[in-house]
């Protein structure tokens, strides 16, 4: 069977700020799918500090690299910067849609905004992506930092970003999805 390769298409969660290389969230996700028999490769194409219309901006990049499938994670510095959800929307459903037209299958995952943001933006955020991956009937996993929440000891120094720890958590949370998305593309 050839192999699969998957962009990691993304911001810091992505591209795994003050971590090295080997223990990003990409990279820890491809070890583990490898393990378990898995023949792909995955790659960072995830930038620290990117809204949803930076990644909109050099999707042509990540989609001239012909992958096989991809993942999109975008929305925690929208969130952050408390961009009009509306616009955070729009910017993924453009990002989903540039995929599929070049025939790329796209898994989405999503993030929760943290307890210091404020309510009523949170409200509004929350059913971004839910109402996108139902619009697209794409494979969806409701929140990238499941399992370590804003538990101090899975993150590192900034209380944002997950330590090594807390990446381990996230891979084994979200594998059994990157297991079934795998098996879709292989059948």
């Given at each position: 069977m050839a192999r699969i390769t998957l962009a990691a298409f993304g911001d810091s969660l992505t591209e795994g700020y003050g971590l090295p290389a080997?223990?990003?969230?990409?990279a820890q996700l491809e070890r583990k799918l490898l393990e378990e028999g898995c023949n792909l490769e995955i790659s960072n194409y995830g930038i620290s500090g990117e809204t949803s219309a930076d990644g909109?901006?050099?999707?042509?990049?990540?989609?001239?690299?012909?992958?096989?499938?991809?993942?999109?994670?975008?929305?925690?510095?929208?969130?952050?910067?408390?961009?009009?959800?509306?616009?955070?929307?729009l910017n993924i459903m453009a990002i989903i849609e540039a995929f599929q037209e070049?025939?790329?299958?796209?898994?989405?995952?999503?993030?929760?905004?943290?307890?210091?943001t404020p309510q009523s933006y949170a409200l509004?955020?929350?059913?971004?992506?839910?109402?996108?991956?139902?619009k697209y009937s794409i494979p969806f996993y409701a929140n990238l930092m499941e399992g370590?929440?804003?538990?101090?000891?899975?993150?590192?120094?900034?209380?944002?970003?997950?330590?090594?720890?807390?990446?381990?958590?996230?891979?084994?949370?979200?594998f059994p999805l990157?297991?079934?998305?795998?098996?879709?593309?292989?059948?």
């Open positions: 080997y223990s990003s969230f990409p909109l901006s050099r999707l042509a990049d990540v989609i001239e690299s012909k992958p096989d499938a991809a993942y999109i994670e975008f929305g925690a510095n929208d969130c952050f910067q408390l961009i009009d959800p509306e616009q955070l929307k070049a025939q790329i299958p796209v898994i989405l995952l999503g993030f929760m905004p943290m307890n210091f509004a955020f929350n059913s971004i992506f839910p109402d996108i991956a139902k370590i929440g804003e538990k101090p000891e899975y993150h590192q120094g900034d209380g944002i970003h997950p330590n090594d720890e807390g990446v381990a958590i996230i891979v084994e949370n979200i990157f297991k079934s998305f795998y098996e879709e593309l292989t059948a």
